[in-house]
């Protein structure tokens, strides 16, 4: 009997994944993972919300009781707060933008609960994600979900050859509807669990203050300037803004501002108006590639700026040692660096990089 962890949420997509193991004969071993900083003030840990909250860890026990399988909690909260904690701070503090999720795909799920996993003895782990593994002339494919508005494969794009090999998504071919019918068939205590939609360790937000109480220090107020270089305003620090904002300035003006770039070293935020947020391409750096080994040339792809942009044609070239130029079709609104951009060819993940500059419709690099 082949021995797998499930990465258990507390959640009905992760719940559904370990039953469905089950019921296929595997040797299924529950985990959640403790992620909740240890730094917290005292009487702060149900505030880490998410995935992997003091919440997450009570109701995947009681999934496991009822599926019948033994449950662990694994504490991977120095792992977490190095890999993706910091650099979250880290990357805020740049002015630019980024996505913790991807990272603790990349750092967390499928690296050290990989490895934890192997110490059990168990070769895989299943997670409820939406995505979908496929072997093809012996290279693993990432491949979109059935259910495509629930699709993840975005914030899946870092995945190895060898983590996709060892590596279950039971739900991939499934909607959502049909993984909550099967809870309920199953009588599953979390059948009816609402989605989380905010960052596991910001529940509320709100981070600006995440940060500053996090690093202890506070955000430094600036200006906020036009492309012309005039003051028009006063920021409250540059890590409560992205690229692309437009609420929340408190500039008046007859035509909607939107942040158009951020300077971290001169301290200012510069707004424009919605046309000055589009870019024509972008250049992407920390690259991996999935359903090719290595790019050889120009690529036309669909390209997707976030998680929920629509994906956009485009053409991909090599540029400099691990670095490459993305060319839109048609102009995008407010790709952020920081952010990831991944390339697809119809269902297929062909890989994924970091925004590391942006070309807006002027011509200038941001």
Known sequence: MMKVVVAMSGGVDSSVAAALLKDQGYEVIGITMKL????????????????????AITDAQKVA??????????NFRDIFAQHVIANFCHEYRLGRTPNPCIRCNQYIKFDALLRRARELGA??????????IVNVHERYNLRKSTDQRKDQT???????QEQLEHSLFPVGGLTKAEVRRIAEKLELPVVDKPESQEICFIPDNDYARFLEEYTGSAATPGYIIDRQGNVIGKHRGITSYTIGQRKGLGIASQEPLYVT??????????VGEKNEVYATGLIASDLNWISVEKQDGPTNVKAKIRHLHREAEATVTPASTGKVVVEFREPQMAPAPGQAVVFYDGDVVVGGGTIARVVSTRGMEQ
């Open 154 to 160: 975005y914030f899946l794009y870092t995945m190895i």
């Open 261 to 270: 770039s951020i300077d971290p070293e001169e301290n200012t935020i510069t």
């Open 123 to 132: 070769d895989t782990v299943a997670t409820g994600h939406y995505a979908t």
């Open 65 to 74: 009781r009822r599926l019948g399988i033994p449950h662990y909690v694994v």
């Open 36 to 55: 909740q900083p240890s730094n917290q003030k005292a009487g702060e840990t149900n505030r880490f919300g998410g995935c992997c909250g003091i919440g």
